[in-house]
């Protein structure tokens, strides 16, 4: 483990992109910040910029619209770079499957580290797989 | 005065939609506003078209998460206006309490995120920890914290299970409370109030010119609600009050979304009281769809939301148009916008209650020199004009 | 109703109630701009929205109209021939027209004259001129799926 994977285990700072979701994924993890599941205590924290980020959280069917902007906030993003795709859109679709402005799953324009599945998927659920991730890293 | 473009968006930390807006200001006044929109596109139009007359019901549950069965009892109300059906009355009640429980979740997110935006975080976290018994209602009644999926074009899924009853009236009962505390809390801050009052202002020329529904148009005192004017559901069969307010501006809007939360918690008592009694079938049955067009509306939290279909006695509809509220009430900040300050306008934007806005970055762009101003910084400039009317009113 | 009939007369080609509370009129594509005037500016309705749908032969707009003190929703029906995909714009009469003829814009290939700004709302950029998502024989979507596959692969 280098010295860089050791720091970051340690508090994540979530960068949150949205490319074509229904909210609702988007709305569960703005609850995770909320009194009861309240991530913070982990020292998770959302940040404003992608600069200052660890790990891309991302949800939607990453649509022609976004695809541009994903790439160029994948870019902007520094390394260690983590990627979660939340909800069943980012993996495959879900009901929007075969969209005409669906630009494909995520893991076909970046690389994905994570996948938590559901629509959508509950918070708690959420947490767990962040909380796999860091043991994986470990 | 040197004009400057400011870009917010499309994507922003805390806001759930990307959006993208292009202010040009004059130092701190804003004077013109540009709105892109589409890079939540999903084709849901053109999906529809695939899909059979039950299939599209979870498709339009998907087109958005706050309002996850506002659309479903809209695309109902088409498919059973398309066919002439009457649902059963048990079902009827059971579309009303949904949907009313989902006004009151709905508007205790904006509340909380209003409270963000204007630097008062308390209230978010808050508004958000009262939310949350009313997600756990969600889960014990209808299966799902959000996407209830409880209904199909002739009435709803499955029925309730009235043992949960007792205890959802303890729960509403407590936010009541809760509600009522924060709401005087809000109304006597003189610190808010000045944020708030007169702020962003609506007129009712402005609701007719571009067509605002919801909340949004009631705080202009223009008195429109579906659920009144074109009654479905259970809607003519309980007792309750539009509310209106009169100034247009950002106060009203608050109050307007507080008020409905109380009349809300009311109509789902209500509803609870009437399923007691009512006992019964919860699907109708529909054969097929015969050929032709049907309208169906409901108001959603943000306003009324539309849909059309049409059919050609097949197994799907041949055109689906859907129209959401934040279509319309979206570019009313053309109106709004203009002559107000940059720190007011996160809060205008946010005042609509988009299905939402914002930020990545913001770019000040002032002769040709490029100065980045992060979302952050635009939070914070609105946070920074709390602090100095705290100071002013000695608070 | 009655009212309806005599104000607009041989305007109104044809008036269809489907249940008391939707109404459906059609209406000539000339007469589009008299009509809403008379709907929006002295009947004081409010402009819902407009679909645009292509039926087989022609495109068809429908502009719905809600009457809020009644419940009652009235579309207007305007066939525009698939030759000539041309209708006047209603931005000057309605401001909150201007999304929704952007959107039918894209979507369908109708163009509205008088519009201050025919642009693009939902597609992305660089999306190819001449493909309309909405149209019943589009076939350029499949293409373009997978020309997009092979560059993001690539």
Known sequence: MGWREKILKRSLWVYHLATGPCNNCDIEILDLLTPRHDVERFGIKLVGSVRHADVLLVT??????????????????????????????????????????????????????????????????????????????? | MAKAVIPIGPYHPLQEE???????????????????IGYNHRGIEKLAEHKSWQQVTFLVARICGICSTSHPIAYCNAVENLCRVEI?????????????????????????????????????????????????????????????????????RRDLNEEYFPWVRKELGELKKNLEMLSKAILDDPVI??????????????????????PTARASGVKIDVRKDD???????????????????????????????????????????????????????????????????????????????????GSSPIRHKVRAPTYVNLPTCKATLPGSQLADAIIILASIDPCYCCTERVAVVSDKKKEYLTQEDLIKLSWEKTEKLRRKYGK | MKEIKERLG????????????????????????????????????RFVTASGIDGRKEMEILYHFSEDSTGKIYSLRVK?????????????????AEFIEREIFEMLGIEF??????????????????????????????????????????
């Not at chain 2, 204007?118 to 299966?143: C, Q, S």
Request: charged fraction near 30%; glycine fraction near 8%; charge should be negative.
């Open chain 3, 80 to 96: 525009v021939p698939k030759d000539d995909l041309k209708i006047d714009s209603l931005t000057s009469l309605i401001k909150g």
């Open chain 3, 113 to 154: 004259t008088g519009h201050p700004n025919l642009t693009r709302l939902l597609l992305a950029e660089d999306w190819p001129e001449g493909i309309y998502p909405l149209r019943r024989d589009e076939k350029g979507i499949r293409d373009l799926k997978e020309r997009n596959w092979e560059k993001k692969n690539g």
């Open chain 2, 88 to 156: 059963p009355e048990r079902a009827k009640y059971i579309r009303t309490l949904v949907g009313e429980l989902e006004r009151i979740h709905s508007h205790l997110l904006w509340l909380g995120l209003a409270g963000h935006f204007l630097g008062y975080n308390t209230v978010w976290m808050w508004v958000w920890k009262w939310r949350e018994p009313v997600l756990d209602i969600f889960e014990a009644l209808t299966g799902n914290r959000n996407h209830y999926d409880m209904l199909l074009p002739g009435g709803v």
């Open chain 1, 60 to 138: 939607g069917i990453v649509n022609r619209k976004c695809v541009p902007r994903v790439l160029r906030i994948y870019e902007q993003m520094p390394a260690p770079k983590l990627v979660i795709a939340v909800g069943a859109c980012p993996m495959g679709g879900c009901v929007f499957k075969g969209s005409y402005n669906q630009a494909g799953p995520l893991d076909k324009i970046i690389p994905v580290d994570l996948y938590i599945p559901g629509c959508p998927p509950k918070p708690e659920a959420i947490i767990a797989g962040i909380a796999k991730l860091l043991e994986k890293l470990k």
């Open chain 2, 231 to 313: 009654p479905y559901a259970a809607y003519d069969l309980i007792q309750w009050e539009v509310a209106t307010c009169e100034n247009g501006d950002l106060l009203d809007k608050v109050v307007v979304r507080i008020l409905e939360i109380f009349e809300s918690i009311k109509m789902v008592e209500e509803c609870m009281d009437a399923l007691e009694k009512v006992k019964g079938e919860v699907m109708a049955t529909i054969k097929e769809v015969p050929p032709g067009e049907g309208i169906g509306r409901h108001e959603a939290p943000r306003g009324e939301t539309f849909h059309y279909v049409r059919s050609d006695g």
């Open chain 3, 10 to 45: 041989d305007k109104l080609l044809k008036i269809y109630e489907h249940t008391p509370n939707r109404i459906y009129l059609d209406i000539k594509r000339e007469d589009l701009k008299e009509v809403v005037e008379y709907f929006f500016l002295d009947r004081n309705l």
């Open chain 2, 193 to 214: 109030i000045s944020r708030l009052k007169g702020i962003g202002v609506l007129t009712p020329e402005d609701v007719k010119n571009y067509g605002a529904v919801g």
């Open chain 2, 18 to 36: 990307p959006e993208h807006f292009l202010l040009t200001v004059e130092g701190e006044k804003v004077v013109d506003v540009e709105v892109h």
